[in-house]
């Protein structure tokens, strides 16, 4: 006999836990079935993102900032510190509090709710049943009137770079180093490569990044990538484009490993020589062995699940949210869809804007964009204005010392709507949201440079960029672009 709720989320990552939490609020009996376990043999909630991805890797980003800044920012702020040192073990341990009492709280939230947490690998099978298989292989059938699955993405693995201990590691193993390497390679230039490089470079290490592609974060506004290579070049990252690895292997020096990875450019085959290997070339769907044959759901080649634009599969009833489903691998998209579902199960009409997603890369300065970028406008032969603003014209932040960047604005060039913007500064991240608000609503340029700012901000470069998209900016000289 088969236990029955209205729901069944499989995954507890940021579309799971939230899609439950929301399920359950609106009245619907909810199980969350979870695989990973701690080192208690309890459900590990909170998936990649808290455990081993967006929280850990933004807390070593933080206390690696806070260290490289006290070394050689705060001297221009009269701050005199001497042997400025650092803790790694220290370091990790605070990485593992705040991830601790993250995926605790998801605990008290589930319990809140009155959410229940299934332990096991989830299965779905035909009729809207999952089958849970526990970590002592032991199986159980759980059955409902809806499915949500959820269960998130994995790093890409390549041929030439198999994973090795703690030697050549995918960001998992990246975010675990008990020591600074000498040298550091990481392949692919995307934001978990950027990010990871960020923090090992700035404790020290040498790092050089080796990216396929000749394009320097090609679905960022080039604009902005530009600028972004610049910044990131001067803080230490050797940033090789055109660079395809081809080969790697292992070698010991002085009983230290060494991993000799070969690669090719336009100059041919190079090998160069690294104390670890981060490989970051992107995710895929954590799809395997989720779906029984004659479940009715179906994947596209790449693994990922058919859904329309509700995140509806093929088989009537059944859901699936966030990295498993097309769109960006972005953890409140997944949120945000969970909750899309749960609504749309009791019967309301919520939906989620795509054309309205926020994307961030947490170096620093950080890179946040959302909308179109100039560079698809010119492509598309649209009608658009541009309106930019330096972060070095900001009075808060002159005041800060933290002026690399800018802010810029895309209008309609017939109706002044905005539709794109895109930020490479201090808090980027969240100045973005202010105008994905505003793009929610169908705000014009116009609209954001009427408003009031509050003085001094780093938002006001947030106004004057809407402002000189029609050449109105007072704290800059005027360069009106129309296309």
Not at 119 to 140: M, R, W
Not at 416 to 442: N, T
């Amino acid at each position: 006999m088969s236990d029955k709720y209205d729901v069944i989320v499989v995954g507890a990552g940021p579309g799971g836990y939230v899609a439950a939490i929301r399920c359950a609020q609106l009245g619907l009996k909810t199980a969350c079935v979870e695989k990973w376990v701690d080192k208690k043999k309890k459900p590990l909630l909170g998936g990649t993102c808290l455990n081993i991805g967006c929280i850990p890797s933004k807390a070593l980003l933080d206390t690696s900032h806070k260290y490289a800044d006290t070394k050689n920012e705060l001297a221009e702020h009269g701050i005199l510190v001497e042997d400025v040192t650092f803790d790694t073990a220290k370091m990790l341990e605070r990485k593992k509090g705040i991830v601790a009492k993250l995926t605790g709280g998801i605990s008290a939230l589930f319990k809140a709710n009155g959410v229940t947490t299934l332990q096991g690998a989830g299965q779905l099978q035909a009729g809207k049943k999952v089958e849970v298989t526990d970590i002592n292989g032991e199986s159980s059938t759980v059955e409902a009137d809806h499915i949500i699955l959820a269960t998130g993405s994995v790093p890409i693995d390549i041929p030439p770079t198999p994973l090795q201990d703690d030697v050549i590691v995918d960001s998992t193993g990246a975010l675990n180093f008990e020591h600074v390497p000498k040298r550091l390679g990481v392949i692919g230039a995307g934001v978990i490569g950027l990010e990871l490089g960020s923090v090992w470079s700035r404790l020290g290490a040498q790092v050089v990044i080796i990216e396929a592609l000749d394009t320097f974060l090609g679905m960022v506004d080039q604009q902005i990538a530009k600028d972004a290579k610049r910044h990131l070049t001067k803080q230490g990252l050797d940033i090789r484009l055109s660079a395809r690895v081809v080969d790697s292997k292992i070698t010991k020096n002085g009983g230290e490993s060494q991993v000799i990875l070969k690669y090719t450019d336009a100059d041919g085959e190079k090998e160069e020589s690294f104390d670890k290997v981060i490989v970051a070339v992107g995710r895929k769907p954590m799809s395997d062995g989720l779906l029984s044959k004659d479940c009715g759901v179906n994947l596209d080649e790449r693994g990922f699940i058919f859904v329309n634009d509700y995140c509806e599969t093929d088989a009537p009833g059944v859901y699936a949210v966030g990295d498993l489903v097309r769109g960006p691998m972005l953890a409140h998209k997944a949120s945000e869809e969970g909750v899309m579902v749960a609504e749309r199960i009791v019967g309301k009409k919520t939906q989620l804007n795509y054309d309205n997603i926020p994307s961030i890369i947490y170096t620093h300065p950080e890179i946040a964009w959302v909308g179109k970028t100039e560079d698809q406008l010119k492509a598309s032969g649209d009608n658009y204005k541009v309106g930019v603003f330096p972060f070095a014209a900001n009075g808060r932040a002159l005041a800060a010392n933290d002026t690399a960047g800018m802010v810029k604005i895309i209008a309609d060039g017939e109706t002044d709507r905005i539709i794109g913007c895109h930020i490479i500064g201090a808090s980027a991240a969240d100045l973005i949201q202010q105008i994905v608000i505003a793009m929610e609503f169908g705000s014009s340029a116009e609209d954001i440079g009427l408003m009031v700012f509050g003085h001094p901000t780093v938002s006001e470069a947030v106004h004057e960029a809407a402002l000189a998209v029609d050449g109105h900016a007072i704290h800059i000289a005027n360069r009106k672009k129309r296309k």
